[in-house]
C-alpha cells in the first residue's frame, strides 16, 4: 500500500533522524503486514505526540486500527533493541573523560560549590542500587586527571566518591545552608530534561492509558527519551542554553 505522509507535520523535515536512527526501509509486522520505514517511525511519532486512539490516526494514515498497532509496536522494539543501551547503560562517547570534566566545569561556573559534579538527580535510593550507575561510575567517572567526579542527589542518598547529597536538616552552619542553596540552583535544571521527554511525547502523560502489564510502558518512555534526545541533538534544549553547552550531533550520538 502506498501512502503519502506530510513528514514535516511530525518533525521530520529531512531524513536525519531516520538515518541516525538506523530506521529500515520496510518493518514487516507479525500479521504479515508490511510498512515503509519512514512511515512506522511517523506512526510512531504521531501516537506518541499527544494522547489518541489508533482509530484517530486512520484518517492520516489510511490502515486498520490493528495494523496501525502493529506498526507502532514493531517500530518501539527496533528503536529500542538498538539504541536503549544508550540511556540504560552507561554511554562511554558521550560521557568520555572529557566530556566529564568540561560538564563538571560548566556547573561549577554556574555556581555550583563543587568543581567536580557533573549531574544531579532527584530519585529513589533503591532504584540507584537497581541502575548499576555507582559501580559505572566507578569504573568510568573521572575527569581527564583522574579526579572522580560525581552526581548530587537528595538527603536519601548515600554519601560516597561518585555521590554527593545535600546536608541534611538539623543544625546547619549559614555554610551549609549557602552550599544547599547553591546545589539546589543548579540541580533543578535536571528536571527540564525529564519535561523536555513529556512535552514531545504527551501521551506519557495520559496515566489512564498506561498500564504496567498492558502495555510496555518502560519501553515506551525510554524510547520515547531517544526520540527527544535525536530532537535535543538537531536543535539544543533549555539545559544546554542554560548551561551553554552544544549538545553532540545526531551521528555522534548513535553511532
Not at 538515518?19 to 517511525?41: M, N, T, Y
Not at 573521572?142 to 543544625?171: E, K, T
Request: net charge negative; aromatic share 10%; with cysteine.
Amino acid at each position: 500500500m502506498s501512502i503519502h505522509i506530510d513528514h514535516n507535520l511530525f518533525g521530520v523535515t529531512d531524513k536525519s533522524k531516520y538515518d541516525a536512527l538506523h530506521i529500515p526501509a520496510v518493518f514487516h509486522c507479525k500479521q504479515r503486514s508490511i510498512c515503509d520505514g519512514l512511515e512506522g517511525l511517523c506512526v510512531l511519532l504521531r501516537r506518541t505526540s499527544y494522547p489518541c486512539r489508533f482509530s484517530d490516526m486512520i484518517q492520516r494514515f489510511p490502515r486498520p486500527v490493528s495494523a496501525l498497532s502493529l506498526i507502532t509496536n514493531e517500530v518501539i522494539d527496533f528503536i529500542y533493541d538498538n539504541h536503549c543501551h544508550l540511556v540504560t547503560e552507561w554511554n562511554r562517547d558521550v560521557l568520555s573523560s572529557v566530556v566529564l570534566q568540561q560538564y563538571a566545569e560548566t556547573i561549577s561556573r554556574k555556581g555550583s560549590p563543587l568543581n567536580n559534579c557533573f549531574e544531579g538527580r532527584k530519585h529513589d535510593a533503591g532504584m540507584l542500587a537497581d541502575s548499576g550507575l555507582l559501580n559505572n561510575m566507578g569504573n568510568f567517572a573521572f575527569s581527564l586527571a583522574g579526579q572522580p567526579v560525581c552526581a548530587y542527589g537528595d538527603p536519601a542518598y548515600p554519601l560516597q566518591i561518585h555521590l554527593q547529597a545535600p546536608y541534611r536538616r538539623g543544625c546547619l552552619t549559614q555554610q551549609m545552608e549557602d552550599y544547599n542553596k547553591a546545589m539546589s540552583e543548579v540541580r533543578v535544571s535536571v528536571e527540564w530534561l525529564f519535561e523536555d521527554i513529556i512535552n514531545s511525547s504527551k501521551f506519557l502523560d495520559f496515566k489512564k492509558n498506561l498500564k504496567i502489564g498492558l502495555s510496555s510502558v518502560g519501553k515506551m518512555y525510554i524510547v520515547c527519551a531517544l526520540l527527544r534526545n535525536a530532537i535535543t541533538c538537531s536543535y539544543g534544549n533549555q539545559t544546554s542554553q542554560f548551561f551553554d553547552l552544544e549538545s553532540p550531533t545526531l551521528e555522534e550520538y548513535f553511532q
